[in-house]
Structures are given as structure tokens and as C-alpha cells.
């Protein structure tokens, strides 16, 4: 089985959300005769109950739907004990069926009279454990030693249950990617099964799932979703969506240093507060690998496991967190700021934090477009690491990012190669990081190169580099291309609502006053306070400003100081 989970979640493993505490293994009885049923069913409760669940079923299809919906539960299943004669299918027609769902599950075939040819027929056709002849009376004789020798070789072998969420899909979809991010950026654990691989077809066997729908996501109480929106997989594995509430004190937009930095200020000072993020709290930090810089962590931290305390430290305060929810339009009414959902649902507040931060920048060369999620990633998508095993894996750019990037996949990859457009990595990246990279024996810097150009056969198999001095082009095989060349904020949505520079960020605060001049439109008798907007109550923090240093502890920073201008904007409104 090929698995791989979310990052561990420090502290929150019981409350997890899209995991549940494991059901006791069960032992599955089926018989067309009520009566003989529950006595099976009785007597096994009386020796079992307390450690199994015994499921009693009163024919073959039944007991198959039965196991579909165990399978889709991650449940245990020990022993199955199943009637020979039954009219709409045989003991040994389900047996064979159940095994598709339960290869490790022991088999039992009963018969009112000695069947010496279905005896024969079982054990060839579904292997099995052991044939009991009705009645078996008393149990203790006849009964309990066979099922007691079928636990104990049924508890010797590995039969962990599966309590998270289990999502089914091809190596190289994209949006068996995006699931997976999805998930393990929100910290919700997961295990992922290749859709050709055994448990992967059986789970999709007990999801009645095309392979051609993929990928198919499997909740921890059953719930089967084939290719779900991020805003449907939100809801199922527990995350928030909806606002509690129509009209808050503040509205932050956007869930990552600066936004989480705003919510826990906010909520900790009493204002109404709710953050809206469109894919999974933490930005881009909780993409970084390690922070080395950030103050007060002399070791380093996790982006991830900083900004999942941050969030449980907004929720301690009482903000809401929407997640999967993107803010498509900001409307201005009076006093009311308006923020508008892409599923056409909106929130009003008195105030409004924007930390929408920046998305990475697209790197242009022809085949990259195509492969995409499929063997070419843009950030760090740390949940492919440990793919990468043994493997020559390419990372583009010749920032910090890329750096970071490097020195997490070394862990994993045969060899890293950075592919730097620069002559140097001085000029781009921290020296404390340049310095461990050199000490990395994998990781090998080609400066003056470039990506022009990516082949695959529906996923990335190679990739052309360019050495910019010589002019000379090299093919190289790789399935791993992760791409980190700056970013650009995400703020078209705001066209004609707000100033913004030439690039898209947020003018705010003394860059809106030119020449003396406030911003046309300004409707107060005051300039607009530091980290304000264009529009009164409308304030920016961390890299969507423009100007802004792009760091965390600066996005943290001005999270916190946009709301104390916003309790100055309440006050003095
Ligand atoms: C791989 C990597 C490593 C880094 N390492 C370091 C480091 O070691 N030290 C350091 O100081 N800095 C580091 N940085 C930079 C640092 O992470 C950023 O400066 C910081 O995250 C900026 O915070 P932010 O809140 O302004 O924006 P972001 O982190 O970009 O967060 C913005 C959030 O807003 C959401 N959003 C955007 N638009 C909408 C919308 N319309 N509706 C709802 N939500 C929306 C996004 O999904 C995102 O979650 C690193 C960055 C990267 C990518």
C-alpha cells in the first residue's frame, strides 16, 4: 500500500478533524435461515461481543453491502462465516465476493450435512479456513476452538484500522494532487492509495466508483465524494465553510502570517471577527519546509506547524475560520463593507483586513502548462516529498524558497538540482542558507540555466535545460520539477474598488497621498491611516501591500497593527 499522510498536527491528534476513534474488528455472520442466523449470530456475541462487533446478515447480497459499507468505513473485518445453501447466492459465491473487499478476513463455509464436493469446491475457489457442519452444538466443542484458531492467526498478522480520511487516484492526476494538498495543508491526516495498486481497487470496488472518476475521496464515517469541489471536501472532513453570522466587527481576508496575525489580535481584543481563506490557512508560510528566521524559534520551525498553532490560537479567541471559501468581490455601502463569496454568498462588516499575500508566478517554456500537478509543481508541495524517494528531482529559482525547497526534497531525492537563471545564488538567497546547501553532497547548483522545454507521456519524463553562457541544450530524464520564481499578488478582484500599483498591489496608508493629494475619491477629512486603503475601513497587511517586506515576521506584524487602526477607525468614525 502506498500512503502518505498530513503533517502531524501537534496537540490536535484526538480532535483531528476528518479522523474518528477505530471501530472494534467484526465477525460477520450470513444465513437465509432467520432463525439458524440468530442463533449463529447469539452464540458468537456471547463468546465475542465484548472484543468484536458481530454483523449478522440474512443473505449474500445483504452481506456484501454490509462489508462495502465496512470497507468505506476503514472497519476491521476477522471472520466471515457464511452459509453454503442460500437461493439468491452460495457461501462460496459471497466468500469469493468478500474477498475482493477482505482478503485477510478467515473463511468459514457452513453446511447442514456433510457436502464433501462444496468442501472441495471452497477450498480451491476462495481458499478456505475451515468448514463447520450444522448444528454445532455445544458451541464450546464445536464451535468456539475453530473461531478462536482463525483470531489468533487472523491478530499475528498487521490489521491496523484505517480511521482517516483515504482519497483513491492515479500518480499522475492533477487533481488527485490538488486533493491531497488540499487536505494535508489543512491539516487533516489521510492516507492516498494509487487506484491500481490492491487497496485501491478495493476501495473503489466498495465505492461502486468508476476509475475513470477519480479522484474519489473516502470521509472516515463512510461518506464516499467522487471528485469533490475543495468547498465540498471542506464540509465533509470538518472543516468550516459558513459564516455563523451575517455582519462582523472585521472581516479578514485571507488566512495566512498577516491574516492570522489580524484574527488573533482582533478576536483577542473583543471585535466580531471572521477570516475567509480560499484554500488552507497558513499562505505561503505553511508551505515552508523551515522557517529558520522567525523570532523566538532559535531551531527553526515548520511553516505548517506555526500556523496551525496560529489558527488554534485565533479560534481560542473566538474568531471564525472559513476555509475553501474565495472572496470574489469587495462592495462598498455606506458604512458596510460587503465581501462576496464565489458560491454567491456574502458577509458585511464595519471593517475589512485584506491579506490575500501573492500566488507564485508561472513559469513560461512549452509543456510546463500540460504537466502541471502531474509531475510539475509550483511551491514546494511538500506532500510529494516522499514520491520523490530515490529519484533526481529539479527545483527552479534562486531564492529562499527554492533553497528551502532544496534542502527538505535532498532528504528524500538521489539528487537535487537547483536551476538558477542567475550567475550566483548571492544575489537571491540568505547566506546561512547558500552555506548549508554547499555543505549537501546531493544538491547540485546550475547557474546561467534555464527550463525550456518539458516532455512526458501524460506526466513529466524529461526536461530541456539551456546554459545561458554557452548557448548549448541538455535533456535530462526527471518525473520532478518544482518551480519557485517570485509571485504576484492575487488582487484582480479589486480592480476599481481600491488603488493599486502597476503590479497589483495595494497602495495604502502615506503612498496614497501624492504631492499632498489624498487619493481621488477620499471621502474624509483626514489622510488615510498607515496600513488603510483607498477605501475608509478597507486596511492591507503583509506581501499584497505594496512595499511590503516579504517576510513572515512582517506579515505577522502588520496583521497586528492593521486592527489597531481598526479600532481607530471604529472609534473615530
Ligand atoms: C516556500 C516559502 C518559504 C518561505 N520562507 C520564509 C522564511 O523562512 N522566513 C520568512 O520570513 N519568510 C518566508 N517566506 C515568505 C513568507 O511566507 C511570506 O512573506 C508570508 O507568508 C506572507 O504572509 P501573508 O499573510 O501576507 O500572505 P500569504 O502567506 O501569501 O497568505 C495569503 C493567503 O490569502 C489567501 N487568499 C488569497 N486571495 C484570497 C481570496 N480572494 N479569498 C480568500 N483567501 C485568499 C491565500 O490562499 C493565502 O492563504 C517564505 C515563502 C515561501 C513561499
Redesign the pocket.
Known sequence: MTSASAPPTSGAAAAAPGSRPPARPAILTVDDDPSVSRAVARDLRRQYGERYRIVRAESGPQALDALREMKLRGDRVAVLLADFRMPAMNGIEFLEQAMDLYPTARRVLLTAYADTTAAIDAINIVDLDHYLLKPWDPPQEKLYPVVDGLLDAWLAADHTPVTETRVVGHRWSARSYEVRDFLARNQVPYRWYLSEEPEGARLLAAAEASPDALPVVITPDGVTLTDPTDAELAGRVGLTTSPAADFYDVVV?????????SAVYAASEGLRTVL???????????????????LGFPDGVS?AQLTDRARRQAVKFGAEVLTA????TLEVSGPARTVHFDDGRQISAHAVVL??????RQLAAPGLDEFTGRGVFY??ALTEAPSCAGQDVYIVGGA??AG??AMHFARHARRVTMVVRGSSLEASMSHYLIQQIAGVAAITVRTCTEVVAAEGDGHLERLTLRDNASGETETVDTQWLFI?IG?AP??G?LDGVLTRDEHGFVLAGPDLVVDGRRPPGWPLDRDPYHLETSVPGVFV?????AE?????????G??AMAIALVHRYLEKR
Open positions: 481576508i485571507g488566512g495566512g502570517p498577516a491574516g492570522l496575525g475567509v481563506e480560499r484554500m488552507a490557512t497558513g499562505g505561503q508560510a505553511g508551505q515552508s519546509s523551515r522557517i529558520e528566521n522567525y511553516g471559501r474565495d472572496a470574489v491579506a490575500t499575500g501573492v500566488s507564485y511551491g514546494s529562499n524558497s528551502q525547497a519557485f509571485a492575487r488582487t478582484w497587511a503583509g506581501d499584497a501591500r511590503s517586506v516579504k517576510r513572515v515576521a512582517s506579515a505577522v502588520e496583521g
